[in-house]
């Protein structure tokens, strides 16, 4: 089986619409029952190998392959940093930025800004009157003391483990 796994490793391409994350665990996947007498190190240098080799986009292969990584997982993160930067470099190139210096944009702006302000505080206000006011509930029994009204994170009640 060793035999077939291996030939399996070295025939295997990235597949259309096949992410990089899914080629390189199935990469690994391949490596570690054709070489499973291999000791880790060797393993994750030919697994980084057989990964690049399989990288359908020739720019991307030949790149990983420069940047040399000794184990998958460094060949994958370089690979995909790789790609994505390739991807923001098309998109760029298309868009023009447009510079708008009008009245009403200023003011949604200033309206926003007010807005973002006021549900800040809101929500302050919410997180330090809820963490300041225990919440009293005449039908809840503290697990620690046993009486009622309050929860046992907001027992008042020293234990000797505290004291200790």
Request: contains cysteine.
């Amino acid at each position: 089986m060793t035999q077939l796994y291996r030939t399996e490793l070295k025939t295997r391409r990235q597949k259309p619409g096949e992410s990089l994350q899914e080629l390189a665990a199935d990469v690994e996947r391949l490596m570690s029952l054709a070489y499973a007498e291999c000791p880790l190190d060797v393993r994750e240098s030919l697994a980084a190998q057989y990964f690049v080799d399989a990288i359908r986009d020739e720019d991307t292969q030949h790149s990983t392959r420069l940047m040399d990584a000794k184990d998958p997982k460094s060949s994958l993160a370089y690979s995909m940093k790789y790609e994505a930067a390739r991807t923001v470099s098309k998109t760029s190139r298309n868009v023009r930025s447009m510079g708008t210096e009008d009245h009403t944009s200023r003011e949604r702006d200033d309206k926003f800004e007010f807005f973002f302000n006021r549900l800040e505080k809101l929500l302050n206000n919410s997180v330090s009157g809820r963490k300041n006011t225990p919440r009293r509930n005449p039908n809840v029994t503290c697990w620690k003391c046993n009486k009622k009204g309050h929860m046992q994170r907001e027992c008042q009640a020293i234990t000797s483990n505290q004291e200790n």
